[in-house]
């Protein structure tokens, strides 16, 4: 009784949660449930210059500081000295929280999405150095380097990737 009792508890403090564990290091939003509290001002470490390597080839981040209500970035990769492709990225104060939404371009700059559509992350859940969107999460290691977890779908299968950046200016 007191086994059930204790399962019926920890399933129940599971359901108030506002997310999930996706994988080890990034979590999924449960529908219908608030994000946390956060401004662009304690995440404003982000900006800069980030170089990294995924993909078989070379990533980069740039990262504009705060203003405006909103963090801007610019994404390309480049394998074997040829773009693959570029995203925009921004990242916006919505509802006492932060908003992370991505545009993806081929290299001919045509879009993924259609022109109305961006790919929203809501956060999820902070801690002192990282960040938790909704399946995509950004961690600060120090100050020259940090490391983004990425879900992403491929031949029907979804996983973890993780891209680790160090700072260029």
């Not at 992370?100 to 999405?113: A, N, Q, V």
């Not at 999820?124 to 600060?140: Q, R, S």
Request: hydrophobic content about 35%; some cysteine.
């Amino acid at each position: 009784m007191l086994k059930n009792l204790a399962v019926f508890f920890l399933l129940s403090a599971g359901v108030s949660l506002s997310q999930t564990q996706k994988f080890e290091n990034t979590f999924s939003k449960e529908e219908g449930k608030d994000t946390p509290k956060a401004t662009l001002e304690n995440i404003k470490w982000l900006t800069g210059h980030w170089k990294g390597e995924a993909f078989g080839g070379v990533t980069e981040e740039i990262w504009s500081p705060p203003a405006g209500g909103s963090m801007m970035c610019s994404f390309r990769l480049i394998v074997k000295d040829k773009v693959e492709f570029y995203e925009l990225c921004t990242i916006t104060e919505e509802n006492n929280s932060l908003m992370l939404k991505i545009k993806h371009f081929h290299s001919d700059l045509k879009g993924w999405e259609d022109k109305n559509v961006t790919v929203d992350f809501p956060l999820v859940k902070v801690e002192p150095n990282k960040y938790y969107f909704d399946e995509f999460t950004i961690e600060k290691i120090n100050d020259n380097e940090i490391n983004m977890y990425v879900v992403i779908q491929a031949k029907g299968k979804e996983n973890e990737v993780k891209f680790n950046y160090k700072r260029v200016d």
